[in-house]
């Protein structure tokens, strides 16, 4: 017998995992740890989603099996929200499923049309379930850049004339995570032009639709006509509403995609808690004021990091989009490396990061910081990496 099962090995090493087992051991020690690392929302979910969830889990009809696709309420919801937001119409019926949360829909669907051997394209650095669902289904990943300009559009040709098989999948995921990138609706025209021309369906994973800055909302590839002919969307409720750990999401899009997925889903799962699926529809259906709150909430946490950091000596490029910031390594410090830095400021700054090389070996470099503590929080982990900076000889801009 061999010592590791195949798919086993086929993952590498989960960098992120070292950085997030020395944060727990310097909790345990007693450490104030200023968690930035995990995208982990730290707002609740509005009260009336928590009254629905309460109220329907008291009947006694609700604790069965419910529907793996998800319940009618939920997927006409989910097809209300793009009408409205984004005024593409779509069938509840053939061309929505809800999934636990858009991570385990991506899996699903990479489970339902991925054959052993099949040639996928994904960004570097990305979310890790972009490669690791593909890879843990069998395929190969190719990856591409994450910034959207012309080198991202010679790596799609580039993959295509010299990759054998040809690539089949395309994953996006704007605004991006870990980068924050974001892309207008060009982008996703030339995208859909791009896909239909080489055959490639694209998959786009679109769960922080919500937390965009500025005044300058996102857009959905289903937005570009006939983009349902080759492209399916992920959405999530998770950091829209605060609901991380309910795990609800959806898969929108091309009716063959969603029908292999939803058959296999049948054959994996129940769907979720019928309660949770009803809370889900409140959210969706009722008051949508918290969503505005959160995204300014957000937005006031984004400007007070990226200027305390910069007083503190580290410039951050402010996020257009997403709860994340892509921070680039002080520059004195770039040798140390992504995993070494994120180390430093954990064991002499109690603050939490995520190292960028655990996003793919592009995103060595940078760290990924979370939005994820209060104005307050923020400004203490600033004042923590201005002492840890001067103690390496790095002179911290005048307070």
């Known amino acids: 017998m061999e010592d590791e099962f195949y798919r086993i090995k086929r993952l590498p090493p989960y960098v992120i995992a070292e950085v997030n087992a020395m944060r727990h051991a310097a909790r345990q020690a007693g450490k104030d740890i200023i968690d930035l690392g995990m995208g982990n ?6 009260q009336h989603v928590i009254d629905k969830l309460c109220e329907v889990a008291q009947k006694a009809s609700a604790h069965g099996y419910s529907q793996s696709k998800g319940i009618p ?17 779509v069938d509840p019926e053939r061309e929505v499923v809800v999934t636990m949360g858009s991570k385990e829909g991506l ?27 593909f890879i843990i289904a069998g395929a190969t ?36 995570n870990p980068t924050a990138e974001t892309v207008d609706l060009a982008f996703y025209e030339r995208l859909v032009a791009w896909a239909k021309e080489n055959k490639v369906w694209v998959l786009s994973d679109l769960a922080y639709s919500e937390l965009y800055y500025d005044g300058n909302p996102t857009r959905s ?28 999401g959806f898969a929108v899009g091309n009716q063959k995609l969603i029908a292999a997925m939803t058959r296999v889903k049948s054959y994996l ?49 402010p996020p257009k989009a997403s709860m994340f910031a892509w921070a680039p390594l002080p520059p004195a410090l770039r040798e140390m490396g992504s995993l070494e830095f994120s180390k430093e400021l954990l064991t002499h700054a109690d603050v939490a990061v995520a190292p960028g090389v655990g996003y793919g070996e592009d995103g060595e470099g940078f760290v990924r910081i979370a939005m994820v503590e209060n104005e307050q929080r923020l400004r203490q982990a600033a004042r923590n990496i201005r002492r840890y900076l001067t103690s390496k000889g790095i002179n911290t801009p005048a307070s």
Request: with cysteine; hydrophobic share 40%.
């Open 41 to 46: 929302p730290d707002l609740p979910p509005p």
């Open 73 to 89: 309420g939920l997927r006409r919801a989910q097809a209300k929200y793009y009408a409205n937001r984004f005024g593409v119409e």
């Open 107 to 133: 899996a699903s669907l990479a489970t339902a049309i991925t054959a052993p051997g099949d040639v996928v394209l994904a960004p570097n650095p990305s979310y890790p379930i972009h490669t690791f669902g």
């Open 141 to 176: 990943i190719r990856s591409v850049p994450t910034t959207p300009d012309e080198d991202y559009w010679r790596s799609l040709d580039r993959a295509m004339a010299f990759t054998v098989p040809r690539p089949s999948i395309l994953v996006v995921n704007y605004p991006s």
């Open 221 to 248: 590839i289903l937005e570009v006509p006939g983009a349902k002919d080759v492209a399916v969307e992920f959405t999530s409720m998770s950091k829209t509403y605060s609901m991380a750990g309910w795990r609800m």
């Open 269 to 317: 799962d129940y769907g979720a808690f019928t309660p949770i699926q009803a809370a889900a529809c409140a959210a969706l259906n009722g008051p949508q004021d918290i969503v505005e709150k959160n995204r300014q909430l957000y937005q006031k946490r984004r400007d007070v990091m990226v200027e305390a950091f910069g007083r503190a000596g580290w410039d951050i490029p």
